[in-house]
């Protein structure tokens, strides 16, 4: 059955209602599991590790009697790596091996270390960059297990030097999965509780006897999982919440439209409501990619969602040029943008919007995804208009250093009271005043 | 009357329960405040221009027409910076250039450019850093007016290279603070409307035919704000949600005790649930701060307040050296740090978590909340253990870049497949695969 993708042109009067239409995605906010996460947390913040246990036992068909039983040695992980067959434990080596590679830089360019200067009278202004001390990463069980996910989520704190790393995994019926447990090893992960849910995020923020309390919580998860993120916001620090994953691929309409047609699949296969969309100013070439896709599309096991995600959620543009089609990728701020064309910096320069880039026929976006080295934690949903990959300054913090010489004081004191007696600020104004002579 | 502050010592065997109880803050989350923001949003969003004008007029008891009747020009706020004192105006100019030097350093010294490299097989990795294209910030009204908060908000968006600004303030029964004022036009704020509350926050979130939607919302608010802020989070970004004030300060016990006291009534001065404690190992200079801090009390014209402040929320700790008092404050990880002692280098190397430190006897808060330099939004209520002050970062995002060769797209290819297939996401192994000769 043919598939029925959309298909938008920018010459259109009502162009930009259509393609409104087509990006518009409201997250479902679910009162009713808001409400259970919000249960879950006050059990465990309450009754800590018993809540954790019977939660833990009840949705994951368990039968623990400790939360220590549910903790995952150092030797078993490095087990589960060792039993990984070879070609596979090599290539979660090289992946890991190149998203520190990447960390690393990004660390080394982007003042890792702070600054720090001094002025003429001696007052010495700057800034301190100091890591987190623990992290707490949750890695989703059962069907979406991703030990991509481990390495992309641990490795930047790592970099960056957080003392202490602890995953959470919930096992559903005590079935564990080896390649995220081999991931866990070869990324530093600290200690491995097979716990999940609201309860699993609970007892990070909050710590219990058994469960150290961290500093910050990454990682995707279900709705529960989102609903008590959201909630112990504040009392740790939260990664943003994930919408579903897009990709936008601008094509100059000169690459194969089979790899085309397989990357626009491969955003779609995540789920039903992943968005695929290709832009591009050539008619013709929209036409070859289509006919790829109906050609591919019964070679991939799961067709199925692929068919929903496309029909429901993609599109096919056609631009002007490609000038256009970088407008409106600043517009989409997509997660993932493919710029598939010859000379894809002259483009790149003119996006000011995207998750991350991927430029020129051979960057295919499942590279990123895996091994190229950045991070495959991306905003999505259009908030590439204000935020940022996961990335080792998620990791770190600044502090400001104001250290004012005696001079300094003389000079800003006065400056100081004076607005400080505009804001009506007696104190402020006599404790800058008490330090001139 | 004697006022009557709690006292602590790190040698009792309670210690720790103690102090925890000193630092314990809920913020308390009001259902029907959140309800109520909620309905205003929907309504905002709905309605557009129609309801923030009629919220505007009822809340702030005015009678306007347009929203655009709302909007404040830019001879307006030019007019009010001429219209000041030449002491406060001067002042005024002398905090928004040290502001601005600051925060340009920081986005020199922090990677403002990002970065990119090129790898043995002609793979190019690296990181792009854009501006966010609009800005909101939102000033309070009525009591709490600061032009100061202009300035620090809106500065480092300047810096950054945010393209407009757009900055929202209530004036309750038409009443406009000339100060205010004169700091936007001072900060180069672009557009001013007078609206307010969880109304303006859906006005910039959503955007309405008079308001442009902005990508970013900063500035301190009341409770309807908040929640109104935390709710457009994922449509627009916002910065963190602050709690109380707060100052922690270290003495080794040589500073005047009436400079100590005046420090502790500058935070204590905010509102009754700001919190003030001194750390010091010197039990005889304890006793002097008290003495100080009775002497000065009634020459404070916010006694009232800091009274409540200090009695319900302050604290006198005596500890055994400045190591432990280092130990506490990463403990605390106070918003403002003061650390008055001789070389506080050496106690500053210690610190991990703090939003500001504040080193020597001549760095009062009050210096940085004003004109030091660095900003004075800072990290409260313990988020300094994984948050930073508001800086150039918090204007801009980062987006990655993927450049893969030919030949690299053989080598990524075949590790990518590899995990993909250990995924189950067989699109993505085939989107790498059709890559490979």
Redesign the interface.
């Known amino acids: 059955m043919t598939i029925q993708i959309r298909k938008l042109d920018s010459t259109a009067a009502d162009f930009k209602t259509r393609l409104s239409a087509v990006l518009a995605f409201e ?1 479902s906010e679910d009162e009713a599991i808001d409400r259970a996460a919000a249960q879950i947390l006050a059990d465990v913040k309450a009754r800590g590790d018993a809540a954790v246990l019977e939660y833990t036992n009840r949705f994951d068909k368990l039968d623990a009697q400790t939360i220590g039983s549910l903790e995952i040695g150092k030797e078993e992980l490095q087990a589960a790596l060792d039993g990984l067959a070879p ?2 434990r090599a ?2 080596q ?2 890991a091996d190149r998203v520190r590679a ?1 960390h690393e ?2 660390k080394q ?3 890792g270390d ?2 720090r ?1 001094t002025e003429a009278d001696g ?3 700057g ?2 960059v ?1 890591p ?2 623990r992290v707490g990463i949750y890695v989703p069980g059962g069907k979406a ?4 996910s481990v390495l992309m989520n641990a490795i930047p704190a790592k970099v960056a030097g957080v003392q202490e790393i602890i995953m959470v995994v919930p096992t559903p019926n005590g079935v564990k999965n080896e ?1 995220v447990l081999g991931a866990a090893s070869i990324a530093g992960v600290d200690r491995v509780f097979t716990i999940g849910g609201a309860q699993a995020v609970g007892a990070l923020a909050y710590g219990t006897a058994s469960v150290p309390q961290v ?2 919580i990454v990682g995707p998860g279900n709705a529960y999982v989102a609903a008590a993120k959201r909630r112990v916001f ?1 009392i ?2 939260i990664d943003m ?1 994930a919408g579903p994953s897009e990709i936008l691929v601008l094509c100059d309409g000169s690459t ?1 439209p ?2 085309v047609a ?2 626009l ?2 955003q ?3 789920d039903e409501l992943a968005q695929s969309i290709l832009v591009c100013p050539d008619d013709a070439y929209i036409a070859r990619v289509e006919a790829s896709i109906n050609k591919l599309l019964d ?4 067709k199925e969602v ?1 068919r929903t995600s496309l029909t429901n959620r993609g599109a096919l543009v056609k631009v002007r040029d490609m000038q256009e089609a970088c407008d409106i990728a600043n517009l989409i701020a997509a997660e993932h943008l493919e710029i598939s064309a010859d000379d ?2 002259q483009w ?1 320069d003119r ?25 495959h934690v ?2 999505t ?1 259009r ?7 996961l ?1 080792v ?1 998620d990791f770190q ?10 001079a ?2 003389q000079t ?9 007696y ?11 005043e ?2 001139l002579k």
């Open positions: 997250a070609a596979r290539a979660l090289t992946a990447y830089r990004q360019e982007t003042g702070g600054f200067y007052t010495v202004l800034q301190k100091t987190l001390d297990a991703y030990p991509s390649l500093d910050k504040g740790v620090g919440i194969d089979d790899w397989m990357d699949f491969s779609a296969e995540h070679t991939m096991p799961r692929i894809p910096q790149a996006i000011r919007h995207a998750g991350a880039m991927f430029l020129g026929r051979f960057s295919s976006e499942s590279l990123g995804d895996y091994c190229a080295g950045p991070n991306l905003p949903s908030t590439a208009r204000f935020s940022s990959p990335g300054y913090k600044r502090s400001s250093i104001i250290y004012v010489s005696e300094g004081a800003l004191g006065k400056v100081a009271a004076e607005l400080a505009g804001e009506g600020l007696q104190a402020h104004a006599a404790s800058a008490l330090r």
